[in-house]
Every structure is written in structure tokens, then in C-alpha cells.
């Protein structure tokens, strides 16, 4: 089997049993719970889970969608982000090619992928990002800033990347009288900063802003909502930093294209 094609599999299936256990970190950490005790346990019935219940993917199907010992409906979330974890892995390592030099940059997206899917569910259910994985990821986002030798960069990304959306909702404060941003918000781009360095900062935030704009507006009127209704701004933070982390380079290279032609 090709090198390439097998790397992928594995990366893929490691996945998915790695999106069990954020299956876990999105249920626990927003509850302030340890994320390694308890074992796994049905939140309703609180009966323990059977290894042979928690295979993933195969025992939510051979379950029928329904704990064993309650019949309380399994959640879709459960293989989902099983399954779409998996996918992200082996779709980022399909498009790197393997190689020692290549292999802690492969680690790096997939640590930012990760940590980004995390938070956009825990944002999404909870409208919390919690410190629980903001500030590891901020560590992490160093370690591989000093490691590619733009360690600087990474350090400057983190205070200008939490100090501008502090910035902005001190202002906003001072205005209304309101908070219109939460500070996980703040320690989120503080964590791509780390990761990416200051010049991804203003694609992320402009981006973000503009489809979160967009996209918000939409589902406000269609849930019939009022415009100033609360909706979480880490998804789109997570999407633009993908966006920039990915491409950041072509991105840039189309710009000065059309500054030089």
C-alpha cells in the first residue's frame, strides 16, 4: 500500500477515537467536570458505560441510538464529531506530504484543527470557550512558534490578538453599557495568534467579522429573533483561521498580485 495512502488511514482512525474523547471534553469541561473521571457514563441514568458500548461509531449504531440501560437517545453530536474528526485528520494528512520535515507541522494542524473543532461545538452549545482549552492551546501555539523559529511573532500575536478584542468591547462598554464580547473570544484569538503570529490577525478578525455579520443576521431572522440577540463568535473566528492557516500564503500571494499588476 502506498505510504501516502496508508498514513491517511491511520491518521483517519486514530481520528475517530480521538473524537470520542472530545465527545467527552465538550460534554465535561463546560460543566467544570474532569475529563478523565469518572469513566464514561450515561448523563442520565448515570450507569457506567461497557467498553463494548463505546466503540465508536459502531456501538452508537448496534445501540440503536440509545443507552443500554435507560433507552435515553444517544445525540447525533457523538458520531458526528467522531466521524468528522476522523475525516479532518486523514483530509489534512492526505494533503501533507510524509516526511520527517513535514511531520511536526502535520502535528501542529492537526493540534489547531482539533482544538478549533472542540471549541466550535463547546461555543455552539454552551456560548463558553473555555480557559480549559484556550490556555493550553495559547502554550501549544508557542511551542510550535518557537519551534519554526517565529517565536516573537507568535508572542506579539498573542497580547495584540486578546488586547484588540478587549479594546473593542471596553469601547462597546463604555457606549452602551453592555458587554457585547465575551472574554473567551478575547483568549481564542490571543490562541491563533500563538499559533499563526500577528499577520494572520487582521484576515481573522476581518473575515470573521464580515461572514459572522452574515451568517448571524441570516439565522437571527429565521429563528425570528431580535438583531441584538447573543450568537457565538468562535465558529467564525475558527473557519477564518483555518482559512488563513491553510492558504494564508496564497492568500497573500493573490494580493500583491493585484497590487503589482
Known amino acids: 500500500m502506498d505510504l501516502q495512502l496508508f498514513a491517511t488511514l491511520s491518521m483517519g482512525l486514530l481520528g475517530i477515537l480521538f473524537g470520542s474523547f472530545s465527545n467527552v471534553c465538550v460534554h465535561r469541561i463546560p460543566l467544570g467536570q474532569s475529563i478523565v473521571t469518572p469513566g464514561s457514563h450515561c448523563p442520565q441514568c448515570k450507569n457506567d458505560i461497557a467498553w463494548y458500548d463505546n466503540i465508536p461509531l459502531i456501538s452508537w449504531v448496534l445501540l440503536g441510538r440509545k443507552c443500554r440501560h435507560c433507552n435515553l437517545a444517544i445525540s447525533w453530536r457523538y458520531p458526528l464529531l467522531e466521524l468528522s474528526m476522523g475525516g479532518l485528520w486523514a483530509l489534512i494528512t492526505w494533503f501533507t506530504p510524509i516526511a520527517p520535515q513535514t511531520s511536526v507541522y502535520l502535528l501542529q494542524a492537526i493540534v489547531l484543527v482539533s482544538l478549533l473543532w472542540i471549541l466550535t461545538l463547546i461555543d455552539l452549545e454552551t456560548f463558553l470557550l473555555p480557559n480549559a482549552l484556550t490556555f493550553p492551546g495559547i502554550a501549544s501555539g508557542l511551542l510550535f512558534a518557537w519551534h519554526f523559529d517565529y517565536l ?3 508572542l506579539i500575536g498573542v497580547i495584540s490578538g486578546y488586547g484588540f478584542f478587549w479594546l473593542i468591547a471596553f469601547l462597546f462598554y463604555k457606549a452602551t453599557g453592555k458587554e457585547g464580547m465575551g472574554q473567551g473570544d478575547f483568549k481564542l484569538l490571543a490562541m491563533l495568534g500563538a499559533f499563526m503570529g500577528w499577520q494572520a490577525l487582521p484576515f481573522i478578525v476581518l473575515v470573521s467579522s464580515v461572514v459572522g455579520a452574515i451568517i448571524g443576521s441570516i439565522i437571527l431572522l429565521l429563528q425570528r429573533k431580535g438583531l441584538r440577540s447573543e450568537i457565538p463568535f468562535g465558529p467564525y473566528l475558527a473557519m477564518a483561521s483555518v482559512v488563513w492557516f ?16
Open 246 to 261: 491553510f492558504f494564508g500564503t496564497q492568500i497573500l500571494d493573490w494580493y500583491q498580485s493585484l497590487w503589482m499588476s
Open 152 to 154: 516573537l511573532d507568535a
